[in-house]
């Protein structure tokens, strides 16, 4: 009788999944695999060989890396230092990391197109102070910097809640035994939080390989990211077939670079501390 209860409550889970993820993605496979008369074909996805989709694929693969790098390097130190502060004082400091995340997504992003524009809040401030102005609005620059705002909260918690689960006697322990501090890091607080980078990793990667909107309003149409081009396909062009190939190839890097991730992350992260 329990089993079946349980069967039972999880019965609209699966009905979730079948109907917001499987059956999507079957459309997404049909779309890709046949033309506008329904005749299989593989041109679709193919068709990022084509040098304008190419070129966008390498442009959202190079931004990607760049805003991953970034909030890691921005992240550890930060996870770092919140951690070593009083417990009344870590609540408040994410606290702040997360209250931005409740303003909605397309209002962050206007936000920014009006603080980097010519005459924006940014530039008026270099002016006032005689300070040559930043013109990087309709550039990647702009893109990789709003990106990095955007889900640099995503990298700090994994890897602030890894270490956050580090026992303080652990270190003390280590201390005890001789080991300085740069040991300590290497030896003990990097391998125990390794699973926290490769979270953060995954979690900051993928929605900035996917991305289209922040590139389409801080772009202004000059930053042709791989997710422009798919969204164009299927809002613009009216092309499913042709948005759907490139989406499965998209799908397949991001498939391919969250299993090396987690292929990484069972070698390394299970290792002994010593």
């Known amino acids: 009788m329990g089993k079946f209860k349980r069967q039972f409550l999880a019965g609209p889970y699966l009905v979730w999944i ?3 993820i499987l059956l999507p993605v079957l459309m997404i496979l049909y779309y890709a695999l046949t033309n506008s008369g329904g005749n299989f074909t593989l041109a ?3 068709a990022i060989g084509a040098p304008i989709h190419r070129k966008a694929l390498f442009l959202s693969l190079k931004l990607a890396f760049l805003c991953t790098a970034i909030c890691l390097v921005l992240s550890y130190p ?5 951690n070593n502060l009083r417990n009344k004082y870590q609540n408040l400091i994410v606290f702040i990391f997360i209250l931005p995340m409740w303003m909605n997504f397309m209002l962050r992003i206007l936000a920014w197109k009006m603080l980097l524009s010519n005459n924006g809040v940014i530039n008026t401030v270099l002016g006032f102070f005689g300070i040559p102005s930043l013109d990087i609005l309709n550039t990647p620059t702009a893109v990789v910097f709003c990106m990095v705002y955007d889900f640099l909260p995503f990298m700090i918690l994994p890897i602030y809640n890894s270490m956050a ?8 322990a280590a201390k005890d035994l001789g080991a300085g501090n ?6 003990i607080i990097l391998p125990l939080t390794l699973s926290g980078v490769v979270s953060g990793i995954i979690m900051v990667f993928v929605p900035a390989l996917t991305s289209f909107a922040i590139s389409d309003l801080l772009g202004g149409g000059k930053v042709l990211l791989i997710g422009n081009v798919i969204e164009q396909a299927f809002m613009q062009e009216y092309n499913w ?5 490139l989406s499965i190839v998209l799908m397949i890097f991001v498939i391919a670079s969250m299993a090396l991730m987690s292929a990484h992350d069972k070698e390394g992260g299970g290792a002994g501390v010593w």
């Open 165 to 172: 689960r580090i026992g303080r006697d652990v270190i003390e």
């Open 44 to 46: 679709n996805v193919l």
């Open 78 to 82: 930060l996870a770092m230092v919140l």
């Open 182 to 187: 740069p040991a300590v890091f290497f030896k």
């Open 18 to 20: 079948i109907g917001f």
């Open 241 to 245: 077939n042709l948005g759907s190939g």
